[in-house]
């Protein structure tokens, strides 16, 4: 809850901020995680370059890649005082202080990846965006981001549940992904991105849970070197915009900054799609050895997570269910 305090008091300076504002010139500060090169941040560079084309330079853009300006939490905190104008990021940041996006934050909430990608570029992914703008969050929810498919990687296999019991797993800060992982018979253990590999090669974790360009990128195979295909969860990852640099944009420049937010939509899933299939081509190569598991178990597990955090979103994931 402290986050949740941190968050809304930031957003308390701005909030009489007169919308639609012109400015006559400004640059869009665009932050990531992850590295030069990853499918969100080629995707949001190419959105900032039509941006800045489209309005005749008066939106200019610089995109800060590779965690330079701090962690995923850190960089949500300057997007709420305007310190950075836009970012990617993951539901499970948001999940604890906007709840309606913990519909998406389930195990096992979708199907597949297919069925994930349905239910974003409907009439529910526009619900949920509008929700993160409509909340005391101080973003606006642009587009959404593929954030693929997370799995278990460990320094000792998981062939089977059972082989999860004690081991320590890290996962993003939200207590329904701890939760998740504890159900499974692990220990969940919360860390930002850039501890994950020093925590590896020190043993203070036996693994972490994300997808395979992740594993890659940041070098965690290095040090764990097992890929056990769960398919616990599958992330969309929404870009959002401070709401105090949106209010300052001129009608035209929202809609501008929209259309080209949406487009990204697209772009990122095609070079995710080919991210990841070669990420799972140099891991092999690596040595990583890529489990397939009975999922039938883990699900099982986790239903106690699903009616715990579910159930306040009952109609909603019946909605997601049902998309075909």
Do not use: C
């Not at 890290?170 to 253990?189: E, H, K, S, W």
């Amino acid at each position: 809850m402290n986050f949740k305090r941190k968050l809304l008091l930031a957003a308390l300076p701005f909030a009489f901020t007169f919308a639609g504002a012109a400015n006559a010139e400004m640059t869009l500060k665009i932050a990531e995680v992850h590295p030069a090169g990853y499918p969100t941040v080629v995707a949001q560079e190419h959105m900032g370059e039509k941006i800045e084309e489209a309005t005749d330079g008066e939106l200019k853009f610089r995109m800060f890649s590779g965690g330079v300006l701090g962690s995923e939490k850190e960089v949500v905190e300057q997007v709420q005082l305007g310190a950075v104008q836009m970012t990617r990021v993951s539901l499970g940041t948001l999940g604890p202080v906007i709840p309606e996006v913990n519909a998406f934050n389930m195990p096992f909430v979708f199907r597949d990846h297919e069925h994930m990608r349905k239910v974003i570029d409907g009439e529910i992914g526009q619900e949920i965006l509008d929700k993160i703008t409509n909340s005391d969050f101080n973003m606006v929810g642009l587009a959404w981001m593929d954030g693929g498919v997370r799995n278990l990687y460990t320094k000792e296999p998981v062939r089977s549940i059972e082989d999860l019991k004690g081991m320590k797993i890290r996962v993003i800060g939200n207590p329904l992904f701890i939760d998740t992982l504890n159900a499974m018979g692990a220990q969940g253990v919360a860390m930002a991105t850039g501890e994950i590999y020093s925590a590896l090669q020190t043993g203070v974790i036996d693994g972490a849970e994300n997808n395979p360009p992740t594993m890659l990128e940041h070098n965690h195979y290095r040090e764990a070197k097992n890929y056990t295909l769960t398919g616990h969860l599958i992330l969309p990852e929404p870009i959002v915009i401070s709401k105090t640099t949106w209010n300052k944009l001129t009608p035209e420049q929202q809609d501008i900054v929209m259309k080209y937010a949406k487009e990204a939509q697209m772009e990122e899933r095609q070079l995710w799609d080919k991210k990841t299939e070669e990420s799972v081509a140099k891991l092999k190569e690596a040595g990583v050895e890529f489990i397939e598991v009975d999922k039938q178990p883990f699900y099982e597990a986790t239903a106690p997570v699903r009616a715990k955090y579910g159930a306040e979103f009952a109609d909603l994931i019946k909605r997601i269910e049902a998309v075909e």
